[in-house]
């Protein structure tokens, strides 16, 4: 290898890692932290389609929030991973995914956001924050309710 190709190799490695602080700082959001736990919860290589009318995040709910759901009945608990369980404002969750949180993420690298297609997929520094993201999932229950509102 040259060391061109070395040094082309170093800065791609490099982009994709972020520090511990931006990490930490990504999954200071319940929408955000909502986001990446949905990503872990999807295969590696699946798209996520955004959703942020009708009470949810999400065009299709992850297995994890099918098996929360409650029956078709309780028309109350349909969508356990929805903006009331996550805490967000149901009136300015959208202002909030498109300015903020998606950017945010996809600046960062940790998602890959289709703005057309209203979709993400886990993007090249999503290993970096898939220790935290797959801790905060592990011990969901030992956590404050507060950090994981939608498991609840």
Request: overall charge negative; aromatic content about 6%; hydrophobic content about 35%.
């Given at each position: ?27 200071a ?72 949180h ?51």
């Amino acid at each position: 290898m040259s060391d061109a190709t070395d040094e082309a190799s170093d800065a791609s490695a490099s982009a994709s890692r972020i520090g511990t602080n931006e990490a930490l700082t990504l999954l200071a959001d319940d929408c955000r932290r909502r986001i990446l736990i949905e990503l872990l919860e999807r295969g590696p290589d699946e798209t996520v389609r955004i959703r942020p009318d009708a009470g949810g995040l999400f065009a299709e709910p992850s297995e994890a929030d099918r098996a929360l759901s409650v029956s078709e009945s309780d028309e109350s608990r349909h969508d356990p991973g929805g903006t009331e369980a996550i805490g967000c404002d149901p009136n300015r969750l959208a202002v909030e995914l498109y300015h903020n949180h998606l950017p945010r993420l996809a600046a960062e690298g940790v998602i890959s956001w289709d703005e057309e297609a209203d979709a993400v997929e886990r993007g090249t520094a999503f290993p970096t924050v898939r220790p935290f993201v797959e801790r905060l999932d592990q011990y969901d229950e030992e956590l404050p309710s507060d950090w994981l509102p939608w498991k609840r």
